[in-house]
């Protein structure tokens, strides 16, 4: 049974920084695709970031140049490491896997059960 759970939100002030972490368990950690999302209030749920199977990587426009998506294979870990917080960047984050690549788009098979980022003016 997939399973992935988050950690890692909190509340900081604009301009600090966090890091995600998404432990995954119950599949072959290497062979599927994650990406991380969020939702805000009233909003639909977005993309931030992707990682393919290769390490490919790829993020909203909204957060490149701040956010990176990484993985430990060995440790069956995805983090997310967030600097330069905005206020509008306030959601619950998700982690995602899927054995097909989705992307930024929110079509993936598991989801993890979020974790809140609060980024304070």
């Known amino acids: 049974q997939v399973q992935l759970v988050e950690s890692g939100g909190g509340s900081v002030q604009a301009g600090g920084s966090l890091r995600l972490s998404c432990a995954a368990s119950?599949?072959?950690?290497?062979?599927?695709?994650m990406g991380w999302f969020r939702q805000a209030p009233g909003k639909e749920r977005e993309g931030v970031a992707s990682?393919?199977?290769?390490?490919?990587?790829s993020y909203a426009d909204s957060v490149k140049g701040r956010f990176t998506i990484s993985k430990d294979n060995a440790e069956n870990t995805l983090y997310l490491e967030m600097n330069s917080l905005k206020p509008e960047d306030t959601a619950v984050y998700y982690c995602?896997?899927?054995?097909?690549?989705?992307?930024?788009?929110?079509?993936?098979?598991?989801w993890g059960q979020g974790t809140q980022v609060t980024v304070s003016s």
């Open positions: 995602a896997a899927d054995r097909v690549n989705w992307g930024l788009w929110p079509h993936y098979k598991y």
């Open positions: 990682i393919e199977y290769d390490g490919s990587t």
């Open positions: 119950g599949y072959t950690y290497s062979s599927y695709c």
